[in-house]
């Protein structure tokens, strides 16, 4: 079951965008001034299509350079202007949906595309409704580099025993104060951040047909400014004994930045998910979770990275 679009309905009419870019050629995906950025290149697509300017809320914000394959957003159309740009509400929701994304796909850069679109309920927020985000950090281990993919990987040359990532990468898990792991912190925002999933493991490359992928994925409530690169910085520097502590979460435990490693590249981090709570009235592509530990981020927060 999924919310049919009523365009004679009093009110705004909301709609959820699925979309996939590459973050190498934006300053970040927040519209900024003087800069390319994907909300910004957006906005400009949905304004020559509705013929009025709209404004997109996304379910994370990434940082320049970062990607996203499965970035969320939403925008809600004024009443009196839902008829402009789509089909009547006698056509089919396949129609309108599958034009909404041709037309903007047809604007926008080839750096940016809208992979799916569906009208939600009126009080669907991309951000303040999502619940969890996924990122994964892509990692080619490797004696030398490749040439396919390399501006989308970390290239690390030293063997990684993905056991040993893991069993320091398990202190992540929880409800913990990250302060160490975080480029800075804005005027009153809790470091406190809720994370259930932060794995190594193998990837396939059918593609080159490389057995030496490594992608990291990682889950939480949300992050903080820079906190994923900087895991997966202090994580490999503690691989190499880099580091003067001697495990993630005695760096944790200090809450003090110094302490952890550097900052990982931003091209190998990509927004894979957004996660928002199981409702039959969603769209059946938008990856729902029936429970979550539920901490609203604060207002000032970058939701990363």
Request: glycine share 6%; with cysteine.
């Amino acid at each position: 079951m999924s919310v049919e679009p009523d365009f004679d309905r009093p009110g705004p009419q909301t709609w959820i965008l699925q979309l996939e870019y590459d973050g190498s050629q934006f300053a970040g995906f927040q519209r900024q001034q003087g800069v390319p950025t994907v909300q910004a290149e957006i906005e400009r697509a949905l304004q020559i299509f509705f013929r009025q300017s709209l404004v997109v809320h996304p379910a994370g914000r990434t940082d320049s350079g970062v990607h996203a394959s499965g970035q969320i957003l939403h925008f809600q159309l004024p009443p009196t202007e839902s008829k402009v740009g789509v089909q009547s509400a006698q056509k089919s929701v396949a129609v309108s949906e599958y034009r909404l994304c041709h037309a903007l796909n047809a604007i926008m850069p080839p750096s940016i595309a809208i992979r799916r679109a569906a009208p939600a309920p009126a009080d669907f927020h991309a951000r303040f409704s999502c619940l969890a985000r996924e990122y994964e950090y892509r990692i080619c281990n490797s004696a030398w580099r490749g040439s396919l993919g390399l501006d989308y990987c970390l290239h690390e040359r030293r063997p990684l025993d993905l056991d040993t990532l893991n069993a320091q990468a398990r202190s992540l898990l929880g409800e913990q104060d990250f302060s160490a792991l975080t480029r800075r912190l804005e005027p009153d925002e809790s470091a406190m951040r809720y994370i259930d999933l932060a794995e190594f493991r193998p990837a396939a490359d059918s593609l080159a047909d490389r057995p030496d992928l490594i992608v990291f994925r990682i889950r939480g409530n949300a992050f903080l400014h820079n906190m994923i690169r900087i895991i997966v910085g202090t994580l490999l520097d503690l691989h190499k004994g880099k580091l003067r502590l001697p495990d993630l979460q005695a760096i944790i435990n200090g809450r003090d930045r110094r302490l952890a490693g550097q900052t990982a590249p931003p091209g190998a981090l990509f927004f894979r998910k957004a996660w928002y709570v199981s409702n039959p009235v969603l769209p059946a592509w938008l990856p729902q979770l029936d429970s979550y530990p539920w901490m609203r981020p604060h207002d000032n927060e970058r939701i990363d990275n």
